[in-house]
């Protein structure tokens, strides 16, 4: 079946552009992650969607980023007045849920910031 | 919170040879541990996962250790092949509640043939 899907694959910005990041995730799974990667590093958790729930956005780096998911299905991460610092991969995953908790995450192809 | 170290963060192993890669965590709550590797431009996919009731797990020719008390966990890959050559991240997470992994900086595996 279909996997993780994000929208665009690359973005280009300009410094203080507003930009919208898109991601589909498996149909059905509940659970929805969203994780930035700066080149050269291990993936950084930004928010975490249980359906509609944004249940921990404890990663977000500032106030500049937003993210709703509010069918429960698509999420989009909105980042504000983008800065140079913005500029990184930003990786979408859902999971199905079980009675153990989150199982597999499955991750998107990201889309990659550029801020210039 | 959780702080997840990898080391090395490079490893050039021949063909044919092991290739052992190790991680330490630090709180203690963690009890699921996934490795991923992502190939360049690529997206992370899981290859191997462990839970903290089990100390070892095997899939072919990849195997992962847990030490609880000394809070690390290993990967091992075994008869490398040219195609196992990526970057591999391990990660720390929590079954239940908050959900979300915590991953290790990378180790850039490389299979010479």
């Known amino acids: 079946g279909a996997g993780v899907s994000q929208s665009p694959r690359y973005k280009v910005a300009k410094r203080g552009q507003d930009v919208a990041l898109r991601c589909d995730p498996i149909s059905g799974h509940v659970s929805l992650f969203w994780y930035q990667q700066a080149l050269g590093q291990g993936p950084e958790f930004l928010t975490y969607?249980?359906?509609?729930?944004?249940?921990?956005k404890s990663g977000l780096p500032s106030d500049r980023f937003f993210a709703e998911r509010p069918e429960g299905s698509v999420s989009t991460l909105k980042i504000q007045r983008t800065q140079q610092e913005d500029s990184a991969v930003y990786l979408c995953a859902s999971s199905s849920l079980s009675g153990q908790g989150a199982v597999e995450q499955y991750f998107g192809p990201g889309t990659r910031l550029t801020v210039t | 919170g959780e702080n997840v170290e990898q080391h090395p963060s490079t490893l050039s192993v021949q063909e044919g040879d092991s290739a052992v890669i190790k991680c330490t965590y630090s709180?203690?709550?963690?009890?699921?541990f996934p490795w991923y590797k992502q190939e360049l431009g690529k997206r992370p996919q899981l290859i191997i996962d462990i839970r903290s009731n089990v100390g070892e797990k095997k899939d072919q020719r990849i195997a992962v250790t847990l030490n609880k008390t000394a809070k690390h966990f290993s990967l091992h890959i075994t008869e490398t092949q040219p195609e196992d050559s990526a970057v591999y991240f391990c990660a720390a997470g929590i079954l239940q509640g908050a959900q979300k992994l915590v991953f290790g900086q990378g180790t850039r595996l490389t299979i010479n043939p």
């Open positions: 969607f249980q359906n509609e729930a944004q249940l921990d």
């Open positions: 709180d203690s709550a963690s009890n699921y």
